[in-house]
């Protein structure tokens, strides 16, 4: 009975084990098959029937059973397996195909209408659509990778792109390995095909910002100096021509100070498409920053780039900015560096470019200039750009100090005058002459923060040592054209008189007259703020630029210092004798002092004095030497007295 009961629940499937259900079933079976036949044969050919000879027939039914059972049980494994791949394959997102070797679909998951639009008995219909799918641009990366995959077995994955039902685009990665046989022979291939379009736009968009301009949409600087590495590095072992053209826009802060920065921009937006129809199909336009923009222009000899950025300066001279009721035009200067053959270098070329732009704008601006390898002019730009780094250097690790150069009274003041003057400290602690790097800080714009370190130091030193103060009359400090229409230097100067809490009476503000006529109403509206602090002005080398004295009616400065170009010759030159005298007299007239520069002999200085100058400066009255020395001798000489 428990033999029975166990059968009974293994035929229902109690144990719930299909392997123990089908051998018990398929013994169940032969047994019936045989023991009949067994019973007839000892029925015709046996006197009895004896236990033992049921034996055989056992044995065989075990036997036979067995191999039955497991033959069933293979094809119900092979069955179940299936069934669980074509359920997964169902349930994924990921479009799953099997093909045979002969090209047929054994299998199509649903989810192929979402990546594709067809549906399954499309593609079973349909063996070769897969092919006729993918999109034009890919097709001969698909043929290499299927070809690959099929004849030498090996697994690949990919990205590339098929054509939907609809007629739209879709990115997707195909995943493709081969289905071998028990012997390893190939019988088909096993493919995945995940939708990755999303993230393929996502990747483009961030491509796109990465190399692109955002005001604009041209290239930036970081992909055109890609692009032009990239041609080089292709151009080795060529001979073509090509040029690179840099476009520094004039004027075009005005546009920002008057209208705002909104303005500016709409402004290079403009312009942007007014240089992109000039330009060939085949030439690269960036924007490099600012109002800067550079054009990569392949295949092209020096003649004809020439022709084309003359084309590129007439629009832009031609182009007018509305904005509001403001009207703007502006003009452009031009640097162009031809490009043959090999030796030249990225950086090479940036400089170049650079530099023969800055020489067309230095000549007159809305001009072009043309690099060449033995230009003068450039070779001086670039001595002046190594320079800018040194500098730059020196600020950040305070390499600069101030020297000083006595002003003399020639009225028998007992009170000292003092210009400041800036020196730099070499990395190896030599002292470098203003004349070697001062160019290269006004041509670079490092000048406003060269200025701002001498007013800092000089306000700084004379509040530790505030004795001297009584000593001195006033201490004169240069200020550049660039920090007179600088805004911040005036707030900085101010920050700075308050902060040290020194007397703004004991120091007199030097501006060349060149930066004061420039800049007219600024310097005005600059010396009026500083002098409610008590500051004086002083208008430096005066004559240089006269054209008229009329401009120094709006000018409230208190010295004239006249150019030491008359002064230096004035005993042997009577039209620089005349110049001194007439500046001297009309300044005097005006209420100012005059103050002669590059005094050299004592024989100047008499005759300044009888020509009724009020202070005389120059290598004849004492030669510039460090301001700590003079401030500790200074003191010295007040301690002993």
């Given at each position: 009975?428990a033999?029975h009961s166990?059968?009974?629940?293994?035929?229902?499937?109690?144990?719930?084990?299909?392997t123990?259900?089908?051998f018990?079933?398929y013994i169940a079976?032969t047994?019936?098959i045989?023991?009949p036949?067994?019973?007839?044969?000892a029925?015709f050919f046996?006197?009895?029937?004896?236990p033992?000879?049921?034996?055989a027939?056992?044995l065989a039914s075990?036997?036979i059973g067995?191999l039955?059972?497991?033959?069933a049980l293979l094809?119900?494994?092979?069955?179940h397996k299936s069934?669980?791949?074509?359920?997964i394959?169902d349930?994924a997102?990921?479009?799953?195909?099997?093909r045979s070797?002969?090209g047929?679909?054994e299998?199509?998951?649903?989810s192929?209408?979402?990546?594709?639009?067809?549906?399954q008995?499309t593609?079973?219909?349909?063996?070769?659509?897969?092919n006729?799918l993918i999109?034009p641009?890919?097709?001969?990366?698909?043929?290499?990778h299927?070809h690959?995959?099929?004849?030498?077995?090996?697994p690949?994955s990919f990205?590339l792109?098929l054509l939907s039902?609809?007629?739209?685009t879709v990115w997707?990665?195909?995943?493709c390995m081969?289905?071998?046989?028990?012997?390893?022979?190939?019988i088909g291939?096993?493919?995945?095909?995940?939708?990755i379009?999303?993230?393929?736009?996502?990747?483009?968009k961030?491509?796109y910002?990465?190399?692109?301009?955002d005001?604009t949409g041209l290239f930036?600087?970081?992909?055109?100096?890609?692009?032009?590495?990239e041609m080089l590095t292709s151009?080795v072992h060529?001979?073509t021509?090509?040029?690179l053209?840099?476009?520094?826009l004039d004027?075009?802060?005005v546009v920002n100070d008057?209208c705002?920065h909104?303005a500016?921009?709409?402004?290079?937006?403009?312009?942007s498409v007014?240089?992109k129809?000039v330009?060939?199909a085949?030439d690269t336009l960036?924007?490099?920053?600012g109002?800067?923009?550079?054009?990569?222009?392949?295949?092209?000899?020096?003649?004809?780039?020439y022709?084309?950025a003359s084309?590129?300066?007439t629009?832009i001279q031609?182009?007018?900015f509305?904005f509001?009721?403001?009207?703007f035009?502006?003009?452009?200067?031009i640097?162009?560096?031809?490009i043959v053959g090999r030796?030249?270098t990225?950086?090479?070329?940036?400089?170049?470019a650079d530099a023969?732009?800055?020489?067309?704008k230095?000549s007159g601006?809305?001009?072009?200039?043309?690099?060449h390898?033995?230009d003068?002019?450039?070779?001086q730009r670039?001595?002046?750009?190594q320079?800018?780094?040194?500098?730059?250097q020196a600020l950040?690790?305070?390499?600069?100090c101030?020297?000083a150069?006595?002003?003399?009274?020639?009225?028998?003041?007992?009170?000292?005058h003092?210009e400041l003057?800036?020196r730099?400290?070499?990395?190896?602690?030599?002292?470098?002459?203003p004349?070697a790097?001062?160019?290269?800080?006004e041509?670079?714009?490092?000048i406003v923060?060269?200025d701002?370190?001498v007013?800092?130091?000089?306000?700084?030193?004379?509040e530790?040592?505030?004795?001297?103060?009584?000593?001195?009359?006033?201490?004169?400090?240069n200020l550049?054209g660039h920090?007179l229409t600088?805004v911040?230097v005036?707030d900085?100067?101010?920050?700075?008189?308050?902060q040290?809490?020194?007397?703004g009476?004991?120091?007199?503000f030097?501006i060349t007259?060149?930066?004061?006529i420039?800049h007219?109403?600024?310097?005005?509206n600059?010396i009026?703020?500083l002098k409610k602090f008590?500051c004086?002005?002083?208008l430096?080398?005066?004559?240089s630029?006269?054209?008229?004295?009329g401009?120094?009616?709006?000018l409230?400065?208190d010295?004239l210092k006249?150019?030491g170009v008359?002064?230096k010759?004035?005993m042997?030159d009577?039209?620089?004798?005349a110049m001194v005298k007439?500046?001297?007299?009309?300044?005097?007239i005006?209420?100012?002092?005059?103050?002669?520069?590059?005094?050299?002999?004592?024989?100047t200085?008499?005759?300044?004095?009888?020509?009724?100058?009020?202070?005389?400066q120059g290598?004849?009255?004492?030669?510039?030497?460090p301001?700590h020395?003079?401030?500790k001798l200074?003191?010295?000489n007040?301690?002993?007295?």
């Open positions: 009975m033999s166990l059968l009974n629940r293994l035929f229902h499937n109690e144990i719930g084990r299909p123990f259900h089908i018990i079933k079976l047994m019936l045989i023991y036949i067994a019973s007839i044969q029925f046996y006197d009895d029937t004896s033992t000879f049921f034996l027939p056992t075990l036997i067995s039955l059972a497991n033959a094809k119900y494994q092979l069955q069934e669980q791949f074509r359920a394959a349930l997102q990921e479009f799953t195909y099997l070797t002969d047929l679909y299998y199509i998951s649903p192929c209408i979402d990546l594709t639009g067809y549906d008995q593609f079973y219909d349909t063996p070769n659509l897969m006729q999109h641009d890919d097709i001969t990366i698909w043929k290499r299927m690959s995959v099929n004849n030498n077995g090996t690949e990205d792109r039902k609809d007629g739209s997707f990665n195909h995943t081969p289905v071998s046989d028990k012997e390893n022979q190939q291939v096993r493919s995945t095909n995940l939708d379009t999303k993230r393929k736009k996502i990747e483009e961030l491509s910002q990465s190399s692109h301009d005001l930036n600087r970081r992909e055109f100096k890609r692009l032009i590495q151009n060529d001979k021509e090509h040029a053209c840099y476009i520094d004027q075009f802060k008057t705002g909104a500016g921009d709409e402004m290079l937006r403009q312009l007014v240089l129809k330009i060939r085949s960036a924007r490099l920053g109002d800067e923009f550079g054009i990569l222009m392949t295949n092209c000899a020096i003649e004809d780039a022709q084309i084309l590129l300066q629009e031609n182009y007018y509305q509001e009721e403001h009207r035009r502006v003009t452009g200067s640097g162009l560096v031809p030796g030249s990225l950086t090479g070329l940036l400089k170049d023969a732009c800055y020489m067309a230095d601006r809305n001009r072009i200039h043309v690099y390898i033995d003068e002019d450039l070779t670039h001595s002046e750009m320079w800018v780094k040194r500098i730059q950040i690790e305070d390499r600069f101030l020297y150069q006595s002003i003399e009274s020639l009225n028998n003041s007992d009170k000292m003092y003057l800036i730099m400290q070499d990395e190896h602690g030599r002292i470098v002459p004349g790097f001062l160019p290269a800080a041509r670079y714009n490092l923060q060269v701002r370190w007013i800092d130091n000089a306000f700084r030193l004379l530790e040592n505030p004795r001297i103060l009584d000593e001195v009359d006033f201490i004169s400090i550049s920090s600088d911040g005036l900085f100067i101010i920050s700075k008189l308050k040290y809490s020194v007397d009476n004991r120091f007199c030097e007259e060149t930066a004061a420039s007219l109403l600024l310097a005005e600059f009026i703020e008590g004086r002005f002083a430096d080398d005066f004559g630029g006269l054209s008229s004295f401009y120094l009616k709006n409230p400065v010295y006249i150019d008359f002064v010759d004035m042997e009577k039209i620089d004798y007439a500046i001297n007299q009309i300044g005097h005006m209420g100012m002092q005059t103050i002669a520069e590059f005094v050299e002999h004592d024989k200085k008499h005759m300044l004095k009888e020509m009724g100058v009020d202070y005389a290598y004849a009255i004492h030669k510039p030497q301001f020395e003079i401030l200074t003191l010295n007040v301690s002993d007295s």
